[in-house]
Nanobody, 120 residues
Framework: VQVVESGGGLVRPGGSLRLSCATS????????MVWYRQAPGKQRELVAL???????NYLGAVKGRFTISRGSAKNTVHLEMNSLKPEDTAKYYC???????????????WGQGTLVTVSS
């Protein structure tokens, strides 16, 4: 199973971006998908989390601006980011946790990350 992020880029303050995360490879039953971010010189932090029951959690600094949602394709998650600020600049990583059905193995997998830069 692989996790692939997309949608990063350069945006002006106040702008919006939509990140996407999808799994590929073996059949996978997702139980949790999480967006993290890591800015240069800082620790990785949890930005938004989506559980299998569609419950969510958000980092306080992004509440009301970011929305995590399930995509129409299986095991796809989006992160809608609005009112972006320079301090949102970071590499954003998707983490997927779930069951590889063919082996009945629980796994947690990281993507390679996608860079978001908020600058005028």
């Amino acid at each position: 199973v692989q996790v692939v992020e997309s949608g990063g880029g350069l945006v002006r303050p106040g702008g919006s971006l939509r990140l996407s995360c999808a799994t590929s490879g073996s059949a996978f039953e997702m139980s949790l998908m999480v967006w993290y971010r890591q800015a240069p010189g800082k620790q990785r932090e949890l930005v938004a989390l989506l559980r299998n029951d569609d419950s969510t959690n958000y980092l306080g600094a992004v509440k009301g601006r970011f929305t995590i949602s399930r995509g129409s394709a299986k095991n796809t998650v989006h992160l809608e980011m609005n009112s972006l600020k320079p301090e949102d600049t970071a590499k954003y990583y998707c983490y997927a946790e779930g069951l590889v059905t063919e082996t009945s193995t629980s796994v947690g997998i990281w993507g390679q990350g996608t860079l978001v830069t908020v600058s005028s």
